[in-house]
């Protein structure tokens, strides 16, 4: 069982940044592939961004260019960095590990 708490939501104004947290219960050496997900209302949950153990990244087109994010292992936790901010990401922010485990989300709201 792995545990994840997120962090670092709230509300921006458009083009303005945001840096989401995802804390592990466990070592994220043990770990091979997290993410970040997203799901507006009325919206089913979408895919963000991955990393993998080795560092390799992958991103919704909608965010290449914009967002980005890393993993401290050492720190068992994982970062999502947000720049220019649209009002189109709002949306909770989940985290997940191993394609299975889920944190309770954080919400991220982006309006003037």
């Known amino acids: 069982q792995v545990q994840l708490v997120e962090s670092g939501g709230g509300l921006v104004q458009p083009g303005g940044s945001l840096r989401l947290s995802c804390a592990a219960s466990?070592?994220?050496?043990?770990?091979?592939?997290m993410g970040w997900y997203r799901q507006a209302p009325g919206k089913e949950r979408e895919l963000v961004a991955t990393?993998?153990?080795?560092?390799?990244?992958d991103y919704a087109d909608s965010v290449k260019g914009r967002f980005t994010i890393s993993r401290d292992n050492a720190k068992n936790t994982m970062y999502l960095q947000m720049n220019s901010l649209k009002p189109e990401d709002t949306a909770v922010y989940y985290c997940n590990a191993r394609a299975i485990f889920w944190g309770q989300g954080t919400q991220v709201t982006v309006s003037s």
């Open positions: 990393i993998r153990i080795g560092g390799t990244t």
């Open positions: 466990i070592s994220l050496f043990t770990i091979n592939t």
